[in-house]
């Protein structure tokens, strides 16, 4: 394909079929058409279902769609390479500075367009290398037909010196405090853990110690408790016994006086008188 098609199926890929300029918050149409998001909020107005795509006029029941954030970062690269970077004979759209021949191919480990001479050069030797509209179409049919790139599935779009686009830069950024912040909190978290945790030991430990130091003042106001009980059993079976002998003796003696009187109830009445 000559430079000028390339340049040409470029800026066709990153215009808005509404408003005919760059994509601006390009949103994904289920229909799979892209269109700025201010121009559907033009198109559509306050209508909230029986939306129709403006492209190809396919109509939906209700509003659906979903920022492609891939296609607007390919059209800020494009943007920047027409700006930037001069354009040469045909409408050749941007430049290799260090060997400067059009900017015909796509780099996907460095993620960044590339001329053919870098493509068998040794810093690209062995890497993954799209036609540059390949590339613009991958990342506007959306994320899920097309590898994901770096920082979560964005493609690092980079400028002419090789610095991360602004705008995933600060994603970047964004992604790397979240990350510090949740190691933060991690570290919080096992430190708070061990903290409980040796707590609970401590709980526990004397927990333990408070039960035997009980089950031993138990046992021992048992030992006492029960050897009171002897006692008391020894002092009532000798009070008792005691009690028992001495009954036994009256009874013997009470046995031998009524037995005398019976005795002498048998005799004559003489001889109780002499």
């Known amino acids: 394909m000559a430079s000028g098609s390339v340049a040409e199926c470029l800026q066709q890929e990153t215009t808005c079929p ?80 260090k060997h400067r021949e059009p900017l015909k191919l796509y780099c996907e480990q460095d993620q960044m367009p590339i001329c053919v001479v870098c493509d068998r050069s040794r810093e690209h030797r062995g890497h993954s290398v799209l036609p540059l509209e390949e590339a613009v179409e991958g990342f506007k049919v959306g994320p899920g037909r097309r590898t994901k790139g770096r920082a979560g599935g964005f493609p690092a779009c980079r400028r002419e010196n090789g610095e991360p686009d602004e705008q995933i830069q600060n994603r970047l950024d964004h992604l790397r405090r979240v990350k510090d912040l949740k190691k933060r909190r991690r570290a919080q978290g096992e430190q708070a853990r061990a903290e409980l945790l040796s707590l609970t030991q401590m709980e526990r430990e004397k927990i333990v110690w408070e039960f035997e130091q009980l089950y031993h003042s138990l046992k021992e106001h048992e030992y006492r408790l029960l050897a009171r009980l002897e006692e008391l059993d020894l002092a009532i079976y000798n009070s008792i016994n005691g009690a028992i002998t001495q009954f036994s003796c009256n009874i013997s003696h009470l046995s031998g006086l009524i037995a005398q009187l019976e005795e002498k109830q048998q005799q004559p009445t003489r001889e109780l008188l002499q």
Not at 28 to 39: F, P, Q
Not at 50 to 57: A, I
Not at 62 to 83: C, E, F, G, I, S
């Open 18 to 97: 509404v408003c005919l300029q760059y994509f601006v918050e390009p949103m994904m149409l289920d229909c799979g058409h892209n269109i700025c998001c201010a121009c559907l909020a033009r198109c559509w107005g306050a209508a909230e279902t029986n939306v129709s795509c403006p492209q190809c006029r396919e109509t939906f029941p209700q509003r659906h769609m979903r920022p492609n954030r891939h296609l607007a970062n390919v059209t800020q690269l494009v943007k920047q390479l027409r700006t930037e970077r001069p354009s040469g004979p045909g409408g050749e759209m941007g430049v290799c500075e």
